[in-house]
T-cell receptor
Framework: KNQVEQSPQSLIILEGKNCTLQ??????????LRWYKQDTGRGPVSLTI?????NTKSNGRYTATLDADTKQSSLHITASQLSDSASYIC?????????????FGRGTQLTVWP | EADIYQTPRYLVIGTGKKITLECSQT?????MYWYQQDPGMELHLIHY???????EKGDLSSESTVSRIRTEHFPLTLESARPSHTSQYLC???????????????FGPGTRLTVL
C-alpha cells in the first residue's frame, strides 16, 4: 500500500532556531516528492520538488533532501521566523498513472514562538 | 501565487440543504481535482477531471458530484448536506504540458464547510 508517514506530528521551536522535519514513504513506482506549506485555513503551497535523480533542493531558508534508496526525505528550515508557523506536508507522486496520483502525509504542525 | 479561486471560503448551513462549492482557475489547466481534508489529517482525493466533460471518482467515497462544462470551472455539489459532510474542501489544478514528472498541482484557498 502506498503510504507517506511524517514525523514529528507537531513541533514547537523558538524564533531563529533551525529544525528538521522527516518524511518516509512507500510509494512505488516513485516519480517525485514535494514539500508543501499549508497555512491555517489556506490551501497548500509548494516549497520544493525533487525527482529520483535529485538529492537536495533549496528554496530560500528551506532545504529538502531525498534518499530514494531508503525512501526518506527531510525538510530543514534555517533561522525560523514567526511566519514559518504552518503545517508542512510531504507529498509523493507515483509514476504508474497518467493522473499523476499524489499521496499525502498528514503533515507536521510547526509552531514558532517569539 | 497560483490563479485558482474557491467560493465561498466559509459556509455554515443546515442539514438537508443543497450546496455548490465553486472552483475556477485562469491558468488553462486541463486537470482539476477536489480534495477533502479534516483537521490534522491528510488530503483525500474525492473527484478529478482530465478536461471538459470528464469527471472521475477519487480514492475517498463521497456523496458529492462534480461537473466540468468549461475548462476553467469545476464546481462540486452536495444535493442534501449532512453533518458528516463537515470538512475542508480544496480544489486544485495541474498542467501536464512540459516535464510530465513534475505535474505540479496548484491549490485554491479551500472552503470550510460546516453542516449543522
Amino acid at each position: 500500500k502506498n503510504q507517506v508517514e511524517q514525523s514529528p506530528q507537531s513541533l514547537i521551536i523558538l524564533e531563529g532556531k533551525n529544525c528538521t522535519l522527516q518524511c518516509n514513504y512507500t510509494v512505488s513506482p516513485f516519480s517525485n516528492l514535494r514539500w508543501y506549506k499549508q497555512d491555517t485555513g489556506r490551501g497548500p503551497v509548494s516549497l520544493t520538488i525533487m525527482t529520483f535523480s535529485e538529492n537536495t533542493k533549496s528554496n530560500g531558508r528551506y532545504t529538502a533532501t531525498l534518499d530514494a534508496d531508503t525512501k526518506q526525505s527531510s525538510l530543514h528550515i534555517t533561522a525560523s521566523q514567526l511566519s514559518d508557523s504552518a503545517s508542512y506536508i510531504c507529498v509523493v507522486s507515483d509514476r504508474g498513472s497518467t493522473l499523476g496520483r499524489l499521496y499525502f502525509g498528514r503533515g507536521t504542525q510547526l509552531t514558532v514562538w517569539p | 501565487e497560483a490563479d485558482i479561486y474557491q467560493t465561498p471560503r466559509y459556509l455554515v448551513i443546515g442539514t438537508g440543504k443543497k450546496i455548490t462549492l465553486e472552483c475556477s482557475q485562469t491558468m488553462g489547466h486541463d486537470k482539476m481535482y477536489w480534495y477533502q481534508q479534516d483537521p490534522g489529517m491528510e488530503l483525500h482525493l474525492i473527484h478529478y477531471s482530465y478536461g471538459v466533460n470528464s469527471t472521475e471518482k477519487g480514492d475517498l467515497s463521497s456523496e458529492s458530484t462534480v461537473s466540468r462544462i468549461r475548462t476553467e470551472h469545476f464546481p462540486l455539489t452536495l444535493e442534501s448536506a449532512r453533518p458528516s459532510h463537515t470538512s475542508q474542501y480544496l480544489c486544485a489544478s495541474s498542467d501536464q504540458r512540459g516535464l510530465a514528472d513534475y505535474n505540479e498541482q496548484f491549490f485554491g484557498p479551500g472552503t470550510r464547510l460546516t453542516v449543522l
